[in-house]
C-alpha cells in the first residue's frame, strides 16, 4: 500500500493555503504533497474561498455567528441604493464619497471592536457557536485529527468547543507570538490565561514556528513544542552562486512585506545607505522587491535615490533575483510594540535566503528569534542596534571584507540544507501527526 495512503485524515482550521502570508506558506510546505482527499477545511467567514476550492471545505457563516441584533429578534434587511442601480451609471464624485464613506465605516467598526475586546464584552455583540449542521459535516467526513493555527480568542473558543462537540483531538500551531499579544489587547488578561492553557493542555500535539519559541513557551505551559516552519527545496534553489570580489554597484535586496515588524527598519537602513553615498561616495544600491502597496509607505521609501522598488517575478524566477544580489537584508523592527508581535516569530523567506548562497544581513533586535538564530549558527552579518552611523559602518565592513561574505555564505547553505530541506520536514511532520492521532506526544 502507497506510503501517502496511510496519512490521517486532517481538518485544517485557523488558516487556508493562501499565498501571501506566512501561516498558508507554511501551510503548503507541510501539507503539500498530503493526499489531497485527506485534506478538510473549516474556514472563518473572512477567509477568501479561492484559497480553498480544491478540497472539501465548511465555511463558518450565519448558522454559527450571531450578533447582537440577530438575539434580540432584528434581521438585517437588503436596501437597494437607486444611486446605485443598475440603470444609473454614478458620478465620479459619488464614487469616491462612497468610497471615502466606506472607508470611515471600516475605520469605525475596527475601532468598535477594538474596543468592547479590550474591555472584555466582545461576546455581547458578535459569538460564533459550533453549528449542528457543522456537527453533521464533520461526523461526515470523519477526519482524524484537526490542525489548527490560532489567531483570535473566538477561534480558540471555536475549536475548543468542536473538540468537546465531535471528539476529534487536534494539533495547535502557533505562528507568533500569540499569546502575549492577545493579553495585550484585553483588559481580561487572567481569563485568557487559563483559555491559553487549556488550549495547550488538550493538544495532542504542540508545534511551534522555531526553536526560541518551543525553548520559551515550553518554560511556559510545561509541555513540549515541536518547531516546524516553511521549508525548500536545496535543487530548485541553488544555482552554483559566486561571491562577487568587487561589485559595483553592491547591491543590497530585501523581498517581502513593508508592514508591522519591517517598515520602520527599512526606513532606516535605505537612510544609512543614502548616508554613505552621499557622504562617502560609495555605490551601495538598495533593492526593494515587495507586494505592499501603501502609496505612502512606498513614497517615503522610495524618496531614498539609494532605493530601487523592483517589479515582482514569477516564485520559479526568484532564485536568479536572489543570485543578482550581493546581500540579503532581514530586517526587524526595533520598537517595543513590534518586539511583543515579531520577537518569537521566524520570517517565512528565512530559508529561501539560506540556501539561496547569497551573503545575508540580519537586522533586529538581540531579544529576537531570528537575530539568536543567526548568531548562533553564525550565518549572517548582524545589526542589533538602530544607530546610523553604527549601520553605516557595518555595510562599509561587509562591502569590504570579501572572506566574510565567502563565509558566510558558504554556512548559511549549510545551515539552509541541513535545517529546512522539505523533504526532512514533510517526513518529520507527518510522523508527528501520525502519532497525535493516536496519543498526546
Not at 108 to 113: D, E, P, T, V
Not at 264 to 269: E, G, K, P, Q, V
Not at 376 to 401: G, P, Q
Amino acid at each position: 500500500m502507497p506510503e501517502e495512503l496511510n496519512l490521517p485524515r486532517v481538518l485544517i482550521y485557523g488558516e487556508t493555503f493562501r499565498k501571501l502570508g506566512g501561516g498558508g506558506i507554511t501551510l503548503k510546505t507541510l501539507f503539500g504533497d498530503w493526499p489531497i482527499d485527506n485534506i478538510y477545511m473549516l474556514c472563518d467567514k473572512y477567509n477568501d474561498s479561492s484559497d480553498v476550492h480544491f478540497v472539501d471545505f465548511y465555511k463558518i457563516g450565519n448558522l454559527e455567528t450571531k450578533t447582537i441584533l440577530n438575539r434580540i429578534g432584528i434581521k438585517k434587511t437588503n436596501i437597494k441604493d437607486s444611486e446605485t442601480s443598475e440603470n444609473i451609471k454614478p458620478s465620479k464624485s459619488s464614487m469616491i464619497s462612497k468610497k471615502s464613506s466606506h472607508s470611515l465605516y471600516i475605520y469605525l467598526k475596527n475601532f468598535f471592536i477594538s474596543i468592547i475586546r479590550f474591555i472584555g464584552i466582545y461576546e455581547l455583540f458578535f459569538t460564533t457557536k459550533v453549528s449542528p449542521e457543522l456537527i453533521n459535516w464533520v461526523t461526515q467526513i470523519k477526519p482524524d485529527i484537526i490542525y489548527f493555527q490560532p489567531s483570535s480568542i473566538e477561534n480558540i473558543k471555536f475549536l475548543i468547543e468542536l473538540n468537546k462537540k465531535t471528539g476529534v483531538p487536534y494539533v495547535v500551531h502557533i505562528m507568533d507570538n500569540f499569546f502575549d499579544i492577545v493579553l495585550k489587547e484585553t483588559l481580561l488578561k487572567n481569563k485568557n490565561e487559563l483559555l491559553f492553557n487549556e488550549l495547550i493542555k488538550n493538544s495532542n500535539l504542540c508545534l511551534s514556528i522555531c526553536d526560541e519559541m518551543s525553548r520559551q513557551y515550553e518554560k511556559r505551559f510545561k509541555r513540549s513544542f515541536y518547531a516546524y516552519q516553511h521549508a525548500v527545496d536545496y535543487k530548485f534553489w541553488h544555482k552554483n552562486y559566486q561571491v562577487r570580489k568587487n561589485p559595483e554597484p553592491f547591491i543590497i535586496l530585501y523581498a517581502g512585506r513593508i508592514g508591522i515588524g519591517t517598515k520602520n527598519s527599512l526606513f532606516i537602513l535605505a537612510k544609512a545607505i543614502q548616508n554613505l553615498n552621499d557622504k562617502h561616495d560609495t555605490n551601495f544600491e538598495f533593492q526593494i522587491q515587495t507586494t505592499s502597496k501603501v502609496p505612502e509607505v512606498l513614497k517615503k521609501i522610495s524618496s531614498y535615490k539609494c532605493v530601487k522598488i523592483q517589479s515582482l517575478v514569477p516564485y520559479e524566477e526568484l532564485p536568479h533575483r536572489f543570485a543578482s544580489a550581493d546581500l540579503l537584508v532581514l530586517p526587524m523592527d526595533f520598537e517595543i510594540n513590534g518586539l511583543t508581535y515579531i520577537k518569537l516569530s521566524m520570517p517565512t523567506k528565512v530559508p529561501e535566503y539560506l540556501v539561496a548562497g547569497v551573503p545575508i544581513l540580519v537586522f533586529a533586535h538581540e531579544i529576537t528569534a531570528l537575530y539568536k538564530y543567526a548568531k548562533k549558527e553564525s550565518w549572517a552579518f548582524t545589526i542589533n542596534s538602530e544607530n546610523l552611523k553604527n549601520i553605516e559602518n557595518i555595510l562599509i565592513e561587509i562591502r569590504n571584507d570579501y572572506k566574510r561574505r565567502v563565509q558566510f555564505s558558504k554556512t548559511a547553505q549549510r545551515i539552509g540544507i541541513h535545517n529546512h530541506n522539505i523533504h526532512n520536514i514533510r517526513n518529520s511532520f507527518k510522523k508527528q501527526i501520525i502519532r497525535s492521532c493516536v496519543n498526546k506526544i
